[in-house]
């Protein structure tokens, strides 16, 4: 088992920054690839930005040049750095780890975005 804790979420205006960070704990020992998930009310969960421990990245189409995703040096890490925010960035934000065992998903954080 994996266990995520994440933090960072809030209320932002239009044009700002927050930073997410996702704290993994337990059977990460086989970890491969980790990231990020949002949700917003309505839309299907969708993905934001993945990394693998080998350091390939990928983001999806609408975060390019605004999100950036990084691994902590502990590796037990992952933070999502969010600038330029837009109101369409509202969404709980999900932290996600893959294993070679299993997927795993955290709890969820809060974005909103105000015009």
């Known amino acids: 088992q994996v266990q995520l804790v994440e933090s960072g979420g809030g209320l932002v205006q239009a044009g700002g920054s927050l930073r997410l960070s996702c704290a993994a704990s337990?059977?990460?020992?086989?970890?491969?690839?980790m990231g990020w998930f949002r949700q917003a009310p309505g839309k299907q969960r969708e993905l934001v930005a993945l990394?693998?421990?080998?350091?390939?990245?990928d983001y999806a189409d609408f975060v390019k040049g605004r999100f950036t995703i990084s691994r902590g040096d502990a590796k037990d890490m992952v933070y999502l750095q969010m600038n330029s925010l837009k109101p369409e960035d509202t969404a709980v934000y999900y932290c996600?780890?893959?294993?070679?065992?299993?997927?795993?998903w955290g709890q969820g954080t809060q974005v909103t975005v105000s015009s």
């Open positions: 996600h780890w893959r294993t070679y065992e299993d997927n795993y």
């Open positions: 337990g059977r990460t020992f086989s970890s491969y690839a």
């Open positions: 990394i693998t421990i080998g350091g390939r990245i």
